[in-house]
């Protein structure tokens, strides 16, 4: 519940089907997220894909190695 005493609503992408839910409709398995917005669960798997970069640069780092 939200401050203004309304309910959040969250959105998730669900990777089976590759539509965005409202609220969470199906098992976790199949679900990134929750996202605040329908637009930023829509670019779920492309935030993934950065942020799996981002790790992958950053662990590299720590290992001394070369990106």
Do not use: I
Request: hydrophobic residues 25%.
């Amino acid at each position: 519940m939200t401050a203004d005493g309304t309910d959040k609503v969250e959105y998730f992408y669900n990777t089976r089907t590759q539509m965005v839910e409202r609220g969470r409709q199906s098992p976790w398995e199949h679900l990134m997220g929750p996202y605040d917005s329908f637009a930023d669960a829509t670019q779920a798997l492309e935030t993934a894909k950065k942020r799996n970069q981002e790790w992958r640069e950053d662990e590299a780092d720590w290992q001394g190695e070369d990106s």
